[in-house]
C-alpha cells in the first residue's frame, strides 16, 4: 500500500512532538496533525503558565521576606492579574513559535486541524484532507472532567483560571490532587481567599502519607481554608455565583469555583471504534509495554494513555516509540521511578515509592527523617519547616525513595533520582561528602533511623492538626 507518511501523529504536544521529531531524526517521513495551539497542555495551559503563576506568588513571599534581610521597601508592593496575564501571553506565545520552528526544522509536516481515525492507515483532516499512513500515532493528551459532581460543569477549569485577567477575591478549589494545591496555594499568596474542598481526609493522594501531612499544614500556613472530608455533593448556579451543596445539605457560594476534580483523557469522537479499539472507563486508550494499542500499527502515547500523566512521561514514551518504529532496535520506558514535583510553596519532590506502597511490595524499611527551619527562613523568624525522608531497604541497603517538602525539593530530587536509577545504597550516601550551607547536605547526613518498619506493621500517619 502506498503510504503519504510512515506516521501520523495526532496531537501537538509534549509527547506527539518528541515522537514526531525523533522519527523524523530517523528518517521516517512524518506529519503530525494539531487541532489548537502548537505545544499542547504543558506549554499553553499546564506546566508552564501554572508555574509562572507559582513564581508570581513567590514573588509576594520574597517581597515580605526582604524587610528581614534589611530591605528598605517603600510604599505598598501589590500584584496585578492582568499584568501578568500580558507577559504570560507573550511568553506562551514566544514557546508556540519555538515549538513551529523545530517542528519546521526537523521536516516534520505541520497539518492544521481536527484528526479523525477513519481505519488503520488513514486520518482525515477536516473535511477535506486525508492522510495515509504506515503508523497512526495517538497524542491527544487529556482536557478537565466536567461531568465528576452534578453541576460541576459551570466551574472555571484550570484552563479558565489561567487566562483570567483579575482574580476573584474569593474561590473555591475543588479537588486535592497536584493540580488543586499548587492552584490553591498560589492563589491565596496572590490574596484570594482560598477554600479547598475535597474527599480524603488529606489531599495528594498516592504521595507519601508524611509529605500530605505537611502539604495540608504548608497549605493552612498559606492561608488556605481546608475541607477535607467535604467534596460537595452538587453545584447550583445561582445567578452570578455558584453553590456548593454539601452532603449534609448545608451550602456556600462563591463567585468563582476551580474544578480541579481529574483529567479525562481525548478519545471522544476519535474515530477509534473504525479500529476496533474500545477505550477502558477512564477514556485511555490500553497500550503495552511497546505502546502498541489494541490495533495493529496504531500507538499511543502520553496523557491519553492515562497511566502517569506527565510531560517527562509523554516525551520519554515519544522517543522510545520513534526509536522503536525506526531506529535499529524496539526499547521500553521504565515508569517504575519517575520523580515529580509539586509546585506548593514550599514544593515537593518525589522519587520511588512511598512508605505504604514499599511496605505494601513487602520490603522491611529503614526510615531516615530530618525536620528543621532552614536557614533562610529562620533567619527572618519564619516557623516555615523543611521535611526530608529517605526510605532504604533493610535487606539490600538500596534507597527506594527520596520524599521532601521544601525550597528546591523539586530540584534536589531531579538530581538524587539519578542516584536511585544508579542503584545507589544508603552506604553511598554515607560516602558522600556534604555541600554546604545548604539544605540538601542533611540528605548525606542521616546517620540514624527514625524508625524501621516491618512490611506488615506500615505505620500511619497521624490525623491533620
Ligand atoms: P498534550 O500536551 O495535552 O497534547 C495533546 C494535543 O493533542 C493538544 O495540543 C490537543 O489540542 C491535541 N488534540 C487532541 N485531540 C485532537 C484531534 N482530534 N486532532 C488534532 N489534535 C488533537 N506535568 C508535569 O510534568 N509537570 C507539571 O508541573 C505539570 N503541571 C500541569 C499543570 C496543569 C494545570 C495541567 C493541566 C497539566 C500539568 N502537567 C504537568 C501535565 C502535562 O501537561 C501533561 O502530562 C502533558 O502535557 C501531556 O502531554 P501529551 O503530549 O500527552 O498531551
Request: with cysteine; charged share 25%.
Amino acid at each position: 500500500m502506498d503510504h503519504d507518511y510512515d506516521l501520523v501523529t495526532i496531537g501537538a504536544g509534549s509527547g506527539g512532538i518528541a515522537a514526531s521529531r525523533r522519527a523524523a531524526a530517523l528518517g521516517a517521513r512524518v506529519a503530525i496533525v494539531e487541532r489548537g495551539r502548537v505545544g499542547g497542555t504543558c506549554v499553553i495551559r499546564g506546566c508552564v503558565p501554572k508555574k509562572l503563576m507559582v513564581y508570581a506568588a513567590a514573588y509576594g513571599d520574597a517581597l515580605r521576606e526582604a524587610a528581614g534581610y534589611g530591605w528598605r521597601i517603600d510604599g505598598t508592593p501589590g500584584f496585578e492579574m492582568a499584568r501578568w496575564a500580558d507577559a504570560k501571553a507573550s511568553e506562551t506565545a514566544r514557546l508556540e513559535t519555538v515549538y513551529r520552528q523545530m517542528l519546521e526544522g526537523s521536516g516534520v509536516a505541520l497539518v492544521e486541524g481536527t484528526a479523525r481515525i477513519e481505519g488503520a492507515h488513514t486520518v482525515r483532516v477536516g473535511d477535506e484532507r486525508v492522510l495515509k499512513a504506515r503508523h497512526i500515532l495517538v497524542a491527544t493528551g487529556s482536557a478537565p472532567v466536567r461531568d465528576s459532581i452534578p453541576g460541576i460543569e459551570h466551574c472555571a477549569t484550570s484552563d479558565d483560571l489561567l487566562d483570567l485577567r483579575e482574580l476573584p477575591r474569593q474561590a473555591a478549589v475543588i479537588g486535592a490532587g497536584y493540580i488543586a494545591v499548587e492552584f490553591a496555594g498560589a492563589l491565596a499568596r496572590l490574596g484570594v481567599e482560598v477554600c479547598m474542598y475535597y474527599r480524603d481526609r488529606l489531599p495528594l493522594r498516592g504521595f507519601d502519607d508524611d509529605l500530605r501531612v505537611r502539604a495540608a499544614a504548608a497549605l493552612q500556613a498559606g492561608g488556605v481554608e481546608l475541607h477535607p472530608g467535604a467534596a460537595p455533593r452538587k453545584i447550583q448556579q445561582a445567578g452570578e455565583r455558584l453553590l456548593l451543596v454539601a452532603a449534609d445539605g448545608r451550602t456556600r457560594d462563591f463567585g468563582f469555583v476551580l474544578n480541579a476534580t481529574g483529567r479525562r483523557p481525548n478519545t471522544a469522537g476519535l474515530g477509534l471504534e473504525t479500529l476496533g479499539v474500545v477505550p477502558e472507563p477512564s477514556g485511555a486508550i490500553a497500550v503495552d509495554a511497546q505502546l502498541r494499542s489494541s490495533a495493529p500499527n496504531v500507538h499511543a502515547i502520553g496523557d491519553v494513555t492515562h497511566r502517569k500523566n506527565l510531560t517527562p512521561v509523554a516525551i520519554a514514551e515519544g522517543r522510545a516509540l520513534a526509536d522503536s518504529l525506526f531506529g535499529p532496535a524496539p526499547r521500553e520506558v521504565d515508569l517504575s521511578r519517575v520523580a515529580s514535583a509539586v509546585f506548593t510553596l514550599p514544593p515537593i519532590g518525589t522519587v520511588g515509592p512511598s512508605e505504604t506502597e514499599a511496605l505494601a511490595a513487602g520490603h522491611r524499611l529503614k526510615v531516615y527523617e530530618a525536620d528543621f527551619r532552614p536557614m533562610r527562613t529562620a533567619f527572618i523568624g519564619s516557623t516555615e519547616r523543611t521535611y526530608m525522608k529517605l526510605l532504604v531497604c533493610a535487606e539490600t541497603d538500596r534507597v527506594l525513595g527520596v520524599h521532601m517538602l521544601g525550597t528546591d525539593a523539586p530540584e534536589i530530587v531531579q538530581s538524587l533520582a539519578v542516584a536511585l536509577t544508579a542503584g545507589a545504597t544508603k552506604a553511598h550516601f554515607d560516602a558522600t561528602v556534604a555541600v554546604h550551607p545548604t539544605a540538601a547536605e542533611e540528605l548525606v547526613l542521616l546517620r540514624t533511623p527514625a524508625r524501621v518498619v516491618e512490611p506488615k506493621a506500615a505505620v500511619v500517619a497521624p490525623p491533620v492538626g
